[in-house]
């Protein structure tokens, strides 16, 4: 079992900046795909962008603007958000995908990145 704790969320004025981790209980080096995913109140969770394989892909909304890193020595992912709009306030959430070479599959509690003046 592997659990996925994000951090760095807060409130952020329009046009900050905020980097978000995600750190796993254990080795993530045998879990395929990382993503950062996203729900908006009132709306439901989409996907902000997924790293598989060294291949990096972002929702159109993000694009140009986040930027997802892995560290499988520190068992981290992060995600670096610049130029943050009062639309991408959310609570952001940390997702490992093994499938379907493993059964691993787990979801963080998520963290709150609010942008507001």
């Known amino acids: 079992q592997v659990q996925l704790v994000e951090s760095g969320g807060g409130l952020v004025q329009p046009g900050g900046s905020l980097r978000l981790s995600c750190v796993a209980s254990g080795s993530i080096s045998s879990i395929a795909v990382m993503g950062w995913y996203r729900q908006a109140p009132g709306h439901r969770v989409l996907v902000a962008g997924i790293?598989?394989?060294?291949?990096?892909t972002y929702a159109d909304s993000v694009k140009g603007r986040f930027t997802i890193s892995r560290d499988n020595a520190k068992n981290t992912v992060y995600l670096q958000m610049n130029s943050l709009k009062p639309e991408d306030t959310a609570v952001y959430y940390c997702?490992?995908?093994?499938?379907?070479?493993?059964?691993?599959?787990?979801w963080g509690q998520g963290t709150q990145v609010t942008v507001s003046s």
């Open positions: 790293t598989s394989g060294g291949i990096t």
């Open positions: 997702n490992a995908d093994g499938r379907p070479l493993t059964a691993l599959y787990y």
